[in-house]
């Protein structure tokens, strides 16, 4: 046989291999997936308190990935723990996840969320105030539920995580009235506002897990990594994402005068600020124009290598290989 055809042959084994694989991943995602749904929905009844419950119910029941709750999954059957002591933190993160998207809706006058009316433009403002406020509670209750583990010290992670990600979204809002922000600002916000979920997510998952120090510490720092590499790649998205598929207005950020990697390393390339005042394809040929693009992209991937070091230290199991398809496909997203 020909020495091309032959490579050829090898080449489609090895991709039939590889989409089999997926195809297994992406059915072992699904699974878990509809776990944590049903677990956020074991919830008081709705009909009970309407103006309560119904914006709750509704924001849960939003089409989503489910990221940071698979993340707290994942990472406590990673190091061999118990689906149904895990079930409960992971339904706590994704609560947590959406209390914070409720208030920062709110304050950012966002209409659409993952392609759906935002609850303080389907009801009202108030009424999403105390949604999110609920939200949180529910969030606590769920914590609380997790059976075998010394409940202080997760409760303790979790309130400093939620004082940190109010943290983040409270030096959001005053960048956007201040202009020379620069690149070690931009990463101590994002650090308190997105990468600290993540990491909060693979870290309680490790704790309930029962995972060794170095195996909690491990998968702490992977998520950090991967939230890092997933905001900084936001940024662009939030640029040159289908409208369609990011579920909000494209150049939604830059409208508001959001400081991002993309409008602050622009700045520092080109003295260009305000860019709300352009339309959206000058804006993208001023980052094409300095580089910006290549600039962001090379910051990105270089959290995701270290998010993949870290994983490094985990045992090879097949959860261990799910985190890193997981990695992959949020490495690899385009909304």
């Not at 079930?87 to 993160?93: D, L, S, T, V």
């Not at 009202?124 to 609920?134: C, E, M, P, V």
């Not at 300095?290 to 870290?310: D, H, M, T």
Request: hydrophobic share 40%; proline share 3%.
């Amino acid at each position: 046989m020909p020495d091309p055809l032959l490579r050829y042959i090898k080449f489609l084994d090895l991709l039939t291999d590889r989409r089999k694989k997926q195809d297994i991943f992406q059915e072992r995602l699904d699974d878990l997936r509809r776990k944590i749904n049903a677990e956020l929905l074991n919830l008081p009844a709705a009909n009970s308190i309407p103006l309560f419950y119904e914006p709750i119910y509704y924001i849960n029941n939003l089409p989503g990935k489910k990221i940071r709750p698979l993340l707290t999954l994942i990472s406590g059957l990673a190091v061999g723990g118990n689906l149904e002591n895990l079930i409960y933190p992971a339904a706590a993160i994704e609560l947590l996840h959406n209390f914070s998207l409720v208030h920062d809706d709110i304050m950012d006058k966002d209409d659409t969320r993952r392609g759906q009316p935002t609850i303080h433009v389907k009801w009202d403002i108030g009424t999403a105030i105390l949604a999110g406020d609920g939200l949180l509670g529910l969030a606590y209750r769920k914590l609380l539920c997790t059976p075998n583990i010394r409940t202080n010290r997760l409760a303790n992670l979790f309130t400093e995580a939620v004082l940190e990600i109010c943290e983040g979204q409270a030096m959001d809002k005053i960048f956007e009235t201040t202009d020379d922000i620069n690149e070690k600002s931009y990463s101590a916000m994002i650090a308190k506002k997105t990468a600290r979920l993540m990491q909060l997510a693979c870290e309680i998952g490790a704790i309930v897990g029962t995972g060794t120090g170095m195996e909690v510490r491990s998968l702490a720092n992977f998520g950090f990594n991967l939230g890092m590499g997933f905001q900084i790649q936001d940024d662009l998205l939030d640029i040159f994402a289908d409208e369609e598929r990011l579920g909000k207005p494209v150049g939604s950020d830059l409208q508001s005068n959001k400081k991002t990697i993309a409008s602050i390393k622009l700045y520092k390339s080109s003295g260009i600020t305000n860019l709300y005042q352009y339309q959206l394809a000058e804006i993208r040929q001023l980052l094409d124009k300095y580089g910006v693009i290549n600039e962001v992209n090379r910051l990105s991937e270089s959290y995701f290598a270290k998010a993949y070091s870290y994983l490094n230290k985990i045992t090879g199991t097949e959860y261990k290989q799910l985190l890193i398809y997981i990695l992959d496909y949020i490495k690899n997203r385009e909304a």
